[in-house]
């Protein structure tokens, strides 16, 4: 099992903006690591970088052993990537997509063919083979780019914000998928959705204004917040003293309490023999994302 | 082009168009000229349309994106995609052959000139396509730019007749062009056209110089992996 490693990465645009200060971290390539950050965090920066579209303007990485800016003719026999914003091309089917895509990376047609229709088929796209893209729905769209890059033999996947713009039921297919893809292939995933993290990921990196301030298992990122446990309680309830945590009063009039473990536990009690009714969780990594980036996130 | 049959028919249209109109103007007198013309301008148009038909696929659908972060290389991408644009010009350019063959008859001297000729124009049009399409950020702006580049250079200069035909004043800025130089070449092999060999020798000159040049800036400033 190998690793990808970013050493100080910086990237600074021509326009003087600082899109990336100083990244370090390193994950083992398995499973799915979910890069979350707000729009404009770095995140994609980030991406286009270790996936060999764009230079940094210092520091290194490397995956699997593979230098990203001195040995990128190698790297790329192994990575794929599906852009943020990409889209499959209208004027050509799903199996001419995955097709063309295959032919390009060398593979001969035969071969190309027989992977395409293996890819199309293991994501249930078998009755659109041959049906124009512009056909299809925005969630099957994007299905058929996830089964291109999956058709290659990169065994390492970069997806930009994968769902965005997708419904709720399509968003929850692709997330299957995307399970189910990062049992075989290393999935370098970044999205804005803390639940889609939350859900898909083994590890989490939090980006805010370039820089990574959070990285680790959803666990490890509970840890790091300052209190593990919420407490929900409804309007009008009333809130026993707290010997440490917060209080927030939503607009509606539900409380929330976030505390730690200990006194979480002494507070469900007392509400309990109080009476009144409660929800206690574990904080949630939208907790925590709020907490890492900051109150101005929250406020806006 | 299988999906979308009408596609054929465009391509077909744009070079046979001019060439209809000129032999209509001319009474038949320039139909062979305006037959290299017609070849002319469907390389130089094939080359030239990898600047809006790149420029599409890499900010409308980010395909380039995609190829980048794969084994394969710009050169290959741009070879692959130039050739493609030669596939969406095989109808026409199948007429234009064929009436090649029948009306101008060139022996395998001039039809080697001629191949030349056009596979300097593709070149030449390819590289400055693909690299324009690689700094392009906005489709609308790439279509325009082909749509401007076509129309410098394959239809206000002399190339479906002779340079002789336009007053001499006009000539001067015929020659910025060097589909000028190419047209004049395939015209002087197949007889339509009289020049001296300095003049002929000026011509090659300028057409490989301008070529080279060109693909020399295209492979200086085509942006591949960003920085």
């Known amino acids: ?12 645009y021509e326009d003087k903006r600082k899109a990336l200060d100083n990244v370090t971290f390193t994950v083992e390539t398995s499973g799915i690591f979910g890069l979350i950050g707000r729009n404009g965090a770095g995140k994609t920066t980030l991406i286009r970088i270790l996936a060999t579209e764009l230079l940094p303007t210092s520091g290194a990485a490397s995956i699997n052993g593979f230098d990203v800016l001195k040995q990128e003719d190698e790297l790329r026999e192994r990575i794929a990537i599906v852009p943020q914003e990409a889209r499959a091309i209208r004027w050509m089917t799903a199996e001419q997509t ?18 395409a229709d293996e890819s199309l088929a293991k994501l249930g796209l078998q009755e659109y083979t041959n049906v124009l893209t512009s056909r299809l729905s925005g969630g099957t769209k994007r299905k058929v780019l996830i089964a291109t890059v999956m058709a290659s033999e990169a065994d390492v996947i970069f997806l930009d914000e994968p769902t965005t713009g997708l419904d709720p039921i399509s968003r929850r297919e692709l997330w299957e998928i995307l399970r189910a893809l990062g049992k075989e292939r290393f999935i370098f995933l970044t999205t804005h959705y803390l639940e889609e993290a939350e859900e898909l990921a083994d590890k989490i990196g939090i980006l805010k204004d370039g820089k990574l301030v959070s990285i680790g298992t959803l666990s490890d990122l509970r840890k790091s917040a300052k209190y593990q446990y919420s407490i929900r309680l409804p309007p009008n309830a009333p809130v026993p003293t707290l010997k440490d945590g917060e209080v927030t009063t939503g607009a509606h009039g539900n409380t929330q309490v976030m505390t730690n473990e200990e006194e979480a536990f002494r507070l469900a009690r007392l509400l309990s023999d109080q009476g009144t009714q409660f929800s206690i969780n574990p904080v949630t990594l939208d907790d925590i994302f709020f907490y890492l980036v900051g109150q101005k996130a929250r406020d806006e | 082009m299988k999906n979308y049959p009408v596609v054929l028919i465009s391509t077909v249209v744009a070079p046979l168009s001019l060439l209809a109109v000129v032999t209509f103007v001319s009474k038949g007198s320039l139909f062979g000229t305006a037959i290299e013309g017609g070849l002319i301008m469907n390389f130089f148009s094939s080359g030239i349309a990898l600047s809006s038909d790149l420029s599409h696929l890499k900010n409308d659908f980010k395909l380039q994106d995609m190829v980048v972060s794969s084994p394969t290389s710009s050169r290959l991408y741009m070879s692959g995609m130039a050739l493609a644009e030669i596939v969406y010009s095989i109808p026409s350019l199948v007429i234009l052959f064929v009436l090649l ?16 000729v056009l596979l300097l124009m593709f070149t030449m049009a390819g590289a400055l396509g693909f690299m324009l399409s690689t700094i392009s950020t906005d489709v609308v702006q790439s279509f325009a730019f082909t749509r401007l580049l076509s129309l410098l250079f394959t239809t206000l200069p ?24 190419a047209a004049e070449i395939t015209h002087q092999a197949t007889g339509y056209l009289v020049i001296p060999n300095s003049l002929l020798l000026a011509d090659w000159i300028i057409l490989v110089g301008v070529s080279v040049i060109i693909l020399v800036i295209a492979i200086k400033n085509t942006r591949w992996r960003e920085i």
């Open chain 1, 98 to 115: 995955v097709l063309s895509y295959l032919l390009w990376r060398g593979y001969t047609y035969g071969d190309a063919k027989r992977l």
């Open chain 1, 1 to 12: 099992m190998g690793t990808l490693q970013c050493n100080s990465l910086t990237k600074i």
């Open chain 2, 158 to 181: 002399p190339v479906y007749y002779p340079i002789t035909y336009i007053p001499k004043k006009f000539q001067y800025f015929a020659y910025l062009s060097p589909t000028t130089y």
């Open chain 2, 101 to 116: 063959a029948v009306y101008v008859r060139p022996s395998l001297t001039q039809t080697a000139v001629i191949f030349v």
